[in-house]
């Protein structure tokens, strides 16, 4: 099967990069011919590895001349300064900046002459834009990312209108995919649930690991990282031993290192920056903690969990509400509550049986989530629209 995806950078890093190259990858290991069209380029190579089988298409490269990017054509800057079909009711779906005409015209002439038996695209933008291209032999499957109650009315309703002229969609959760079904009626057979493929961590655990907590993600309000902060803080005194690292970049940053030092716990916590991929941090945590207020689909949860690290995590849409049984492979606490959070991370903490029952249920949860066992998803997702296609 040839299969194409499409993504705003592959040279980048990010959630969604990183699981479309996991995806990409896998598929090249089973023997399907893969290609990746990423809408820009402004590195040498991709961040992620990606197997050397998988013919990557730049679109734009954005570099500096004198480092291979593309000088523009009057008419090319043009289309540039015009706004994307993903601006929709003053709302960028694409959330790029580089978002524009140019990209657009771009991406349609590369899927009309391309031969892919799937297309798929993993971003809204990206799928508006597919949605719109007619005549076209491949399969055109959307992938989502986030999740519909994430986006705001204008996105919905430009989903709602033309979601209907792809073959599939795929959600992360089945929750999500609920409401996709429930927004769009019409296309309500044609929805799945695909979670995101997360590979087995080859990284050994130590017998007795260092004493800390580790949280990753994007220095952003949803995070709630200062609900971490004030958790910790709550129960720093009983273990004095104990530290806590956070992982990530984001505009957020100084309030936080502010936060910790107004909280009394400064000295305790390590802002690491951002450090991809995480495999090798999970391995050498203690615990892991998840304090965001909603999550669409959870990824550093199930690396987590695949590294062996006990779980605490805040009850919230959508993936630890479907991942996490409270007790079993992992710790559950209120949203948006420091006291809560704080309770289910002292129980891990003070407990080495506890974390050990959490971690070695949370590997075994983990197991589902492997490559080949999404892929056999991914497949029968993908054999399925090609078949009705040749039935049409």
């Given amino acids: 099967m040839r299969i194409t995806f499409v993504i705003r950078n592959v040279y980048g890093v990010g959630g969604t990069i990183k699981t479309t190259v996991d995806s990409a990858n896998a598929l090249a290991e089973r023997g399907h011919e893969v290609s990746v069209i990423s809408l820009l380029r402004h590195r040498f190579r991709p961040q992620f590895r990606l197997s050397r089988n998988i013919a990557v298409k730049a679109l734009w490269d954005i570099r500096s001349p004198w480092k291979g990017g593309e000088i523009l054509s009057a008419a090319d800057k043009a289309l540039a300064a015009t706004p994307s079909v993903a601006h929709v009711g003053g709302v960028d779906a694409m959330k790029l900046s580089e978002s524009c005409g140019l990209l657009d015209e771009r991406l349609t002439a590369r899927l009309r002459e391309h031969d892919a038996d799937v297309v798929v695209g993993t971003h809204v933008g990206i799928n508006l834009i597919m949605a719109r291209v007619e005549d076209c032999a491949s399969v055109y499957v959307g992938q989502e990312h986030l999740f519909y109650e994430q986006y705001p009315a204008p996105v919905k309703a430009a989903m709602r209108d033309h979601y209907p002229a792809l073959d599939g969609h795929t959600t992360l959760t089945e929750r999500d995919a609920e409401d996709f079904r429930r927004a769009m009626p019409e296309i309500a057979d044609r929805v799945w649930a695909v979670p995101n493929s997360v590979p087995a961590n080859e990284h050994p655990r130590q017998e007795e690991q260092p004493p800390f907590v580790m949280a990753a993600g994007r220095m952003a309000r949803v995070k709630r990282f200062d609900d ?17 690292r956070l992982y990530g970049k984001g505009l957020r940053l100084p309030e936080l290192e502010a936060l910790a030092a107004e909280l009394g ?26 304090s965001s207020l909603h999550e669409s689909f959870g990824l550093t949860l199930l690396e987590a969990m695949a590294a062996g690290t006990p779980l605490v995590a805040t009850k919230v849409a959508h993936g630890p509400e479907e991942f996490i049984e409270d007790g079993r492979n992992g710790l559950l606490a209120r949203p948006k509550d420091p006291a809560s959070l704080a309770d289910a991370l ?7 049986a506890l974390r050990k029952r959490l971690a070695e249920n949370g590997r075994e949860f983990a197991r589902r989530f492997e490559p080949e066992a ?19």
Avoid: C, N, Q, Y
């Fill in 374 to 392: 999404v892929l056999d998803r991914h497949a029968r997702v993908f054999t399925e629209l090609l078949e009705r296609r040749r039935r049409l």
């Fill in 228 to 244: 971490l902060l004030r958790a910790f803080a709550l129960i720093a005194g009983r273990f004095p031993e104990w530290r806590l």
């Fill in 346 to 352: 002292a129980r891990a903490m003070e407990d080495p």
């Fill in 265 to 290: 716990i400064g000295d305790r916590v390590d802002f690491m920056g951002p450090v991809s991929p995480l495999d090798a941090e999970w391995a050498k945590a203690s615990v892991a903690v998840s």
